[in-house]
């Protein structure tokens, strides 16, 4: 357990003012984790190094991803920054998010995306440091730590944070596809219908274009990305989450799918090149187009994409766990790997307790 020694003003209870810096040493390590409450509180190149150098560094951990989060969704930012000398070696980002149907709030790594610790070097007390850290982080209304990870190499700190109080019990989970077999293999691995409505998709006439992360392009797809979401519950980030991204447009593959000369909608992708691969979290398909097999022909198209690109996985996003649900069978269809996401959650307050249980009562009798 490492031993703090707090410098600054910040309390449980407090909330810090833009910018400010939380220092919380180790005295036997020498190590230094800076509590920032705004990413822009770090030099984006040297963050941004962290994660490339990290194994389990993602395209979700970027500065350009956070500092979108930060400006457009209005999550109060909660970053941790691991020094050794000055040096940063280590970062766990962090955002405070409502928890649905309560009044209370969780610290989540990270939310909307994937996030976990990014540690270098001095792993084991870097680790430790933080998660004493974590309470810091937190007031009366924060009643829960979330750390939620897609990479399954953060599997590693399982035994560590169980041991720490972590729980690991939720369950979630992602479709997969494997695109380092070529693309042949990943045709014959789709079912038959699938296979089928490809086909009939490139019968019609169509053009997918890689498309410039301009204006008039951004609020092209948001408005078709946002009627797609709204028909089946889902929710609507803003236009202004999608224009903060431009930041990264490197990180950005966006397709418009024309159907007959009218623009039928399009894929938002991110570009995880830090572990390979391409996610397809934001897609803006309305039903009008489904009879021309719109979103299997775009599917398609970034699967072929990305293997020309050197991407080894496709992401689908979230999967859940309930097979009779559409979607679920929709991604399966494509033939990818159900994989779980990895989830831990810790309270920080006895009124995380009864939330929980009663989000378990909520689940099973709301399937």
């Known amino acids: 357990m490492a031993q703090q020694v707090t410098e600054g003003t910040h309390s449980n209870h407090s909330?810090?003012?833009?910018?400010?810096?939380?220092?919380?040493?180790?005295?036997?390590?020498g190590l230094t984790a800076n509590v920032i409450d705004t990413i822009q509180g770090m030099d984006r190149d040297r963050w941004n190094d962290v994660v490339e150098r990290s194994e389990q560094g993602t395209v979700?951990?970027?500065?350009?991803?956070?500092?979108?989060?930060?400006?457009?969704?209005?999550?109060?930012?909660r970053h941790l920054v691991v020094e050794k000398d000055t040096n940063p070696i280590g970062l766990f980002p962090n955002f405070v998010a409502d928890i649905p149907k309560t009044p209370f709030q969780r610290l989540t790594s990270i939310y909307p995306g994937f996030g976990g610790p990014l540690l270098t070097t001095d792993v084991s007390d870097s680790l430790s440091l933080i998660v004493d850290a974590i309470p810091e982080l937190c007031d009366n209304r924060t009643i829960v730590h979330e750390i939620r990870a897609c990479n399954t190499n953060f599997l590693r700190y399982n035994d560590f944070l169980e041991s720490e109080g972590y729980d690991s019990s939720r369950v979630g989970g992602r479709f997969v596809l494997n695109l380092a077999r070529g693309y042949d293999a990943v045709f014959d691995g789709m079912t038959s219908s699938k296979r089928r409505a490809i086909r009939r998709g490139r019968e019609t006439d169509h053009e997918i274009v890689e498309a410039e992360l301009?204006?008039?392009?951004?609020?092209?797809?948001?408005?078709?990305?946002?009627?797609?979401?709204?028909?089946?519950?889902?929710?609507?980030?803003?236009?202004?989450?999608?224009?903060?991204?431009?930041?990264?447009e490197d990180r950005i593959l966006l397709l418009q799918l024309y159907v007959e000369g009218e623009y039928a909608g399009g894929f938002f992708e991110l570009l995880n090149d830090e572990q390979d691969t391409v996610h397809g979290f934001f897609a803006g398909v309305p039903a009008?187009?489904?009879?021309?097999?719109?979103?299997?022909?775009?599917?398609?198209?970034?699967?072929?994409?990305?293997?020309?690109?050197?991407?080894?996985?496709?992401?689908?996003?979230?999967?859940?766990?309930?097979?009779?649900?559409?979607a679920f069978q929709f991604k399966e269809e494509f033939g990818g790997e159900l994989i779980?996401?990895?989830?831990?959650?810790?309270?920080?307050?006895?009124?995380?307790?009864?939330?929980?249980?009663?989000?378990?009562?909520?689940?099973?009798?709301?399937?």
């Open 288 to 326: 009008e187009y489904f009879e021309y097999h719109a979103s299997e022909r775009l599917y398609d198209y970034v699967f072929q994409w990305a293997i020309e690109n050197g991407y080894d996985t496709y992401d689908f996003g979230g999967g859940g766990a309930d097979f009779e649900d559409g």
């Open 60 to 77: 979700f951990h970027r500065y350009e991803w956070l500092e979108a989060i930060e400006n457009a969704l209005d999550y109060p930012a």
């Open 214 to 248: 301009s204006q008039t392009n951004l609020v092209r797809f948001h408005e078709k990305y946002k009627q797609h979401m709204e028909s089946v519950g889902g929710k609507v980030y803003p236009l202004e989450f999608f224009e903060e991204l431009s930041a990264m």
């Open 340 to 367: 779980p996401n990895i989830y831990w959650e810790r309270g920080t307050g006895p009124t995380w307790k009864v939330v929980e249980t009663g989000r378990s009562l909520y689940n099973r009798y709301n399937r």
């Open 15 to 29: 909330e810090p003012t833009a910018g400010t810096v939380q220092r919380l040493t180790d005295s036997q390590t």
